[in-house]
């Protein structure tokens, strides 16, 4: 890329840039707009950090590389098993003979796109050396504190269905990925598109092109800060977030985060969309793949499959939308 790095952007070009990057990553993964612009609107959030939830072979991997790709960032992948340690990810000090003295070994969570693979196979101290990195965006090592480059998101990924040997993630780390997502299996025209193309290329890697730069990503940033959130909005989060709390089926409500991750990429969600201002059907979207991971169910309803999603999908059923007039 040979664009000049830009100060502001309005909203018109994030728009635009938006738009070339979900293009670019659905040539690599057929079929799924709405889970790459859920995931290119996390990307717009500080702290976009995302849960994958799928089975095998669906393109999670290839999702999370191809985004890395197009964006321009450094990338890294690490396959969490329960023999991992914490500093086989964020790195430790190792003897250096040749100036005798210990020297700092970074691991790969030093990169701006982190795909934590089957995250649930380490064990709870493993996953935890995740906990600082995302939320305060630094390491700690022997004491000494070294920030990440920015920006870093993390895209986590764990099988729904095979439990043998794995270990739940903790509430307080699954309340740091901003959503939830799962991509499903294609439907047959789009899994024969994916054949086709694969016929066509004569080879396996699908060639992107680099759409942004971590300078871009900034820029982009700091445009959705200034989408504007009618009163009205707020209040309707809150009134949402605040019914998670006090509904029969949920044992423990969603956080305060869960508020400020709904307002983040409903921010994030209008910009990619051309609009300077937040709509309730911004907030109506996200409900579930922001909130669902944020409730704890009661134990009768632990075995029923997507109970979460239900839940929440039913609390935002229940909650009056505020009638909103367009700027």
């Not at 964006?71 to 914490?86: A, C, V």
């Not at 700092?104 to 934590?116: E, H, Q, S, T």
């Not at 949402?240 to 990429?265: D, E």
Request: glycine share 6%; aromatic share 8%; hydrophobic share 40%.
């Amino acid at each position: 890329m040979n664009e000049t790095l830009p100060n502001e952007l309005s909203v018109a070009e994030t728009s635009e840039i938006c738009e070339r990057a979900i293009h670019e990553v659905s040539k690599a993964v057929v079929g799924k707009t709405e889970v790459n612009k859920f995931i290119m609107a996390a990307f717009l959030c500080p702290g976009g950090h995302i849960l994958l939830e799928d089975f095998p072979g669906l393109g999670k991997t290839l999702l999370a590389s191809s985004f890395a790709h197009i964006l321009g960032m450094q990338y890294k992948r690490i396959q969490f098993t329960p023999d991992l340690l914490p500093g086989d990810i964020t790195g430790g000090y190792v003897f250096d003979s040749n100036q005798n003295r210990f020297a700092v070994r970074k691991g790969p969570i030093f990169c701006n796109i982190l795909l934590a693979d089957e995250i649930n196979r380490a064990s709870p101290k493993t996953q935890s050396a995740l906990l600082e990195a995302m939320q305060e965006n630094q390491v700690t090592l022997e004491g000494e504190t070294t920030p990440l480059p920015q920006p870093f998101v993390v895209i986590a990924t764990q099988n729904p269905v095979e439990y043998e040997g794995t270990f739940s993630l903790p509430e307080a780390q699954l309340d740091r990925f901003i959503i939830k997502l799962s991509l499903g299996y294609p439907l047959p025209e789009e899994e024969r598109d994916i054949l086709l193309r694969r016929i066509e290329r004569k080879k396996d890697d699908v060639i992107l092109d680099c759409v942004m730069s971590p300078e871009i990503l900034a820029a982009m940033r700091r445009t959705v800060e200034n989408v504007f959130v009618d009163p009205d909005i707020i209040t309707y989060i809150i009134t949402l977030v605040g019914k998670s709390r006090n509904y029969s089926p949920v044992a423990v409500g969603a956080s305060p985060r869960g508020s400020l991750a709904l307002l983040k990429i409903s921010r994030a969600w209008a910009a990619i969309h051309g609009r300077d201002y937040v709509i309730p059907d911004d907030i109506k979207i996200f409900c579930e793949p922001v909130l669902s991971h944020r409730i704890i169910l009661n134990p009768n309803l632990w075995d029923i499959r997507d109970a979460d999603k239900k839940t929440v999908r039913e609390i935002r059923q229940s909650v009056q939308v505020p009638f909103f007039k367009e700027p």
